[in-house]
């Protein structure tokens, strides 16, 4: 079946622009996960949504980030006024239970 | 903090030869360690889990070791094959608590494998 699928896949904006981000996780998975991956780091978390419950949201780096996940479903990761910093490939994973963690191909996100 | 120290950074095995991986983490409360394979361009993969009720889990050619007192966990890849080479992710969650799921990575090993 389909895997998790993220868009776009390459991104390149300006300094100080809004961005989306979007994740279609795998139909029937309940668990929604935001990851950032930066250059020679491992994966950060982000943010983390499990059904109707409200979204843990611990690991945002600032009030500039923020993500929705509408009816259950696909999940839109917002950048307010970009920083050349948030420059990263951002991952989204999904999860029929928890722990077990399907991941996209990301997207690759380059503010200039 | 890093809660999951991984190394080596980069490792360069023959082929045919066996690949090790170490992980360390500090929480007690982490009860699922997967290991996940990342080849360039592409998300990362899951390649093998382990749960600290067992010492040691193989699959295939890949087998995770488990030292629960010490607070370690290995990879070892077996008959390694150029098409390991990739960056390897160890991870540690908890499936209860605050932090339900959320993985904590590694920073990654880049392995290659020489034919």
């Known amino acids: 079946g389909a895997g998790v699928s993220q868009s776009p896949s390459n991104k390149v904006t300006e300094k100080g622009k809004d961005v989306e981000l979007r994740c279609d996780p795998i139909?029937?998975?309940?668990?929604l996960y935001w990851y950032r991956q930066s250059l020679g780091q491992g994966l950060e978390f982000l943010i983390y949504?499990?059904?109707?419950?409200?979204?843990?949201k611990s690991g945002l780096p600032s009030d500039r980030f923020s993500a929705e996940r509408t009816g259950g479903s696909v999940s839109t990761l917002t950048i307010q006024r970009t920083q050349q910093e948030d420059s990263a490939v951002y991952l989204c994973?999904?999860?029929?239970?928890?722990?077990?963690?399907?991941f996209g191909p990301g997207t690759r996100l380059t503010v200039l | 903090q890093q809660q999951v120290k991984q190394s080596p950074q980069s490792l360069i095995v023959q082929k045919g030869g066996i690949s090790i991986i170490n992980c360390a983490y500090e929480?007690?409360?982490?009860?699922?360690f997967p290991w996940y394979q990342q080849f360039p361009g592409k998300g990362p993969a899951l390649l093998i889990a382990?749960?600290?009720?067992?010492s040691e889990k193989k699959e295939g050619r890949f087998t995770i070791s488990f030292n629960k007192s010490a607070k370690q966990f290995s990879l070892h890849i077996m008959d390694s094959q150029p098409g390991d080479s990739a960056t390897y992710f160890c991870?540690?969650?908890?499936?209860?608590?605050?932090?339900?799921?959320?993985?904590?990575f590694g920073r990654g090993t880049q392995l290659t494998v020489w034919p």
């Open positions: 994973a999904s999860s029929p239970q928890v722990n077990e963690q399907f």
């Open positions: 139909s029937g998975h309940t668990a």
């Open positions: 949504f499990q059904g109707n419950s409200a979204p843990d």
């Open positions: 929480n007690t409360a982490f009860d699922y």
């Open positions: 382990i749960r600290p009720d067992v």
């Open positions: 991870a540690a969650s908890q499936r209860r608590g605050s932090t339900l799921g959320r993985l904590y």
